[in-house]
């Protein structure tokens, strides 16, 4: 029948393809059964976990590449036993830390370099290189930008109070200062509501301003101002970015707000225009590893609204890292890759004592800290060019710790959260920046935050 002949077809398209896209989980299609593919590609790689990467290597993949950015957000995993089990860590990573040395896409070409200059110095080294001048990426007029031709601010807001919602939180001051920011870079004429995003890190503080902005482009009409949560914004691009950090309080409780690779999407997703709002007490006092770095990088740079009086001079990043303490994003890696570690040993032994008990079983959990609904450097991986090697890689065979750990001591790592869409090519579209490619093994992109973008060399 009908049926059988448009089955018929498309195999006919599939077997006469030189290429073929498709999800990892897509790639164990019983279409594709009798086809083999000797070299896979992934793109988001740092997004997808371990198990979903391994799905297109069985279909006889002899050489592998895998698209990246391990400095921004990981994969989203909802078990929080499964994450302590190492889950959340994807293949990419884990081939970095065992030695497989990432060949880096160190050019961006989304961002005003003012922009850039904070997530570069901070989270890559310095190494990120502009392939954007500043008279491509003018600031967009309306909002008042406390430096000319430096279209970077923080707001501060700080008698803003957080409100648990659920599980969630809001900050209704920092809600109506979005809205301020909003309707003041629609006053300026040069972007129209496609143009313009809000992000934040909490579901509750996204609903709320997505019906702020609703009622005050109203009379606009769709498309409207896109409210998401940063995981679900990572991948994307606007002309302009406004990010509200929602934690208000007196102990500097930062939360989740305070993972670095969360900053670093929230932070490289505007082209023109990015306006940070927060309690800077709060941030201050709850971050000293990122937040803190932040807002004195602003104040010396003059972009802290409260403080019109600030010197403007350069803030150097080798000041970032004494202020950061000497860390650099390999370390943080090293860090996050030693607690899976940890967790996993933990977890063997209580599962070994269950199993004496005649009581073993196996459980799961994920655990993005966003919680919520949920940006793009890379560092490309060129490691061998078989799946013996990358399988060699993805477990570390006998490794120790320490020996895995020991092989990045001489690099400059650098690595990379659910409502969004992304966009990136390797060294192709125009949000290019680091990209992590792994050559040894594939890896294929997973997302279940939302929209994302592929990732790019950096689709910062």
């Known amino acids: ?133 500043p008279p491509e990426r003018r600031p967009l007029a309306g909002f008042p930008w406390p430096r000319e031709e430096f279209p970077v601010a923080f707001v501060p807001v700080n008698h803003g109070v957080e409100v648990d919602d659920g599980v969630s939180k809001v900050n209704e001051a920092e809600a109506a200062a979005a809205c301020d920011a909003v309707a003041a870079l629609l006053a300026g004429g040069q972007c129209g509501t496609q143009d313009i995003a809000v992000v934040t890190p909490y579901a509750a ?44 309080n007196d102990y500097g409780a930062v939360g989740f707000v305070s993972d670095w690779r969360r900053v670093n999407v929230s932070f490289t997703r505007a082209r023109r225009g990015l306006i940070v709002i927060g309690n800077d007490h709060t941030l201050r006092r709850g971050d000293p590893d990122t937040w803190m770095p932040w807002l004195a990088w602003a104040d010396a740079h003059g972009i802290n609204m409260d403080k019109p009086g600030v010197p403007r001079g350069r803030y150097e990043p080798e000041q970032l890292r004494r202020v950061r303490g000497g860390t650099t994003a390999a370390e943080m890696l090293k860090d996050v890759l030693a607690r899976q570690q940890a967790q996993l040993k933990t977890a063997e032994r209580q599962l070994e004592r269950a199993e004496a008990k005649g009581k073993g079983h196996i459980m799961g959990r994920s655990g993005d800290d966003s919680g919520e609904d949920g940006g793009e450097g890379g560092a490309v991986t060129a490691g061998g060019g078989d799946s013996q090697t990358a399988a060699a890689g993805g477990n570390g065979g006998a490794k120790t710790l320490e020996q895995d750990l020991a092989l990045l001591e001489n690099e400059d790592g650098c690595w990379d959260d659910s409502d969004s869409d992304g966009d990136a090519d390797v060294g192709m579209t125009p949000s290019v920046s680091r990209t992590t490619l792994a050559t040894g093994s594939s890896s294929n992109r997973n997302s279940d935050a939302g929209d994302d973008e592929p990732m790019d060399a950096w689709d910062l």
């Open 1 to 133: 029948g009908g049926g059988a002949s448009a089955f018929k077809e498309k195999m006919k398209t599939l077997k006469a393809a030189q290429v073929i896209c498709c999800t990892c989980i897509g790639s164990g299609s019983d279409m594709l059964d009798n086809m083999t593919f000797d070299r896979v590609l992934v793109d988001e790689a740092t997004q997808a976990t371990e198990p979903a990467v391994l799905v297109p290597l069985t279909r006889g993949c002899r050489q592998l590449v895998l698209v990246g950015d391990h400095c921004q957000l990981p994969p989203t995993v909802l078990s929080t036993i499964a994450e302590e089990e190492g889950l959340g860590v994807p293949l990419f990573s884990r081939l970095v830390a065992c030695g497989v040395p990432p060949f880096m896409l160190d050019t961006q070409y989304r961002m005003h370099p003012a922009i850039a200059m904070f997530p570069s110095d901070l989270f890559y080294g310095g190494k990120l290189c502009n392939g954007v001048s």
């Open 205 to 248: 503080q996204v609903r709320l301003i997505r019906r702020l902005t609703r009622k005050l482009t109203a009379a606009r009409g769709p498309p409207h101002v896109e409210v998401s949560s940063t995981d679900g914004f990572q991948g994307r691009e606007k002309e302009a970015v406004v990010f509200s950090s929602v934690r208000s």
